[in-house]
């Protein structure tokens, strides 16, 4: 059964940094990994999506990798902005299009 | 406006009630999905549905019941045998094969009275 783990649990940096969020998983026959953001009291908010075949996707000031080798995935943002403050999940999808979240990285962007 | 919309997004039940949370989407997908979302904690799926009536459990199915009679509709049941239902309850859709991406509702937020 897929486990993913996501560290750290919450993250606090001031303005300006780049920082990179770490997702870890057990089972590495996936189909592909997806980053969601989540504001608080809000759905999910799909940032990056990987394919299986791919080692990473760039989207802006984000850009994702994916190593299935190692069983992991990181999540860096550059130049971080107060407004990039929200909660992180990386999603796996083993099979059938069903996803296997990890419990999130908060994080808060201090000005 | 293209989405998927969750209703209502407060709910509160009464101690043995059954409770239905709405779901619905207009962009044509065929796969729908339930997920559960504790504080501080990443998402659970409860039930998915590939295609109009079928559906299958997900990994914390007991307590729930879903339908799905229509493309675009598919309501979660919070039966009386939930005993542990206060939660935040996310509605999914995507295209349905094995690599589309799921898109999200914004929530109905469970709570017991």
């Known amino acids: 059964k897929q486990e993913v783990t996501q560290i750290p649990a919450a993250l606090s940096v001031p303005e300006g940094e780049n920082l990179v969020l770490n997702c870890s998983f057990t089972d590495s026959a996936i189909y592909n990994l997806q980053w969601f953001r989540q504001d608080p009291g809000k759905g999910l908010t799909s940032l990056l999506l990987i394919q299986s075949s791919q080692r990473e996707q760039t989207s802006g000031r984000l850009n994702a990798s994916l190593d299935k080798s190692s069983g992991r995935s990181t999540l860096y943002i550059a130049a971080s902005q107060p407004g990039d403050s929200a909660t992180y999940l990386c999603a796996l999808n083993n099979a059938g299009n069903m996803l296997t979240f990890g419990g999130g990285t908060r994080l808060m962007v201090k000005p | 406006d293209g989405g998927i919309t969750q209703s209502p997004k407060y709910l509160f039940r009464k101690e043995g009630q059954n409770v239905t949370l709405s779901c619905e989407q207009n962009l044509n997908h065929d796969a729908m999905y339930w997920y559960r979302q504790d504080p501080g904690q990443g998402l659970r799926l409860i039930y998915y549905?590939?295609?109009?009536?079928?559906?299958q459990k997900g990994d914390i199915a007991e307590g729930y019941s879903v339908s799905r009679e229509k493309k675009e509709s598919f309501p979660l049941t919070v039966t009386s045998a939930q005993k542990n239902p206060t939660a935040f309850y996310l509605c999914a859709s995507s295209m349905g094969g094995g690599t589309n991406i799921q898109y999200f509702g914004a929530g109905t937020r469970l709570s017991v009275l």
């Open positions: 549905s590939q295609i109009v009536n079928d559906f």
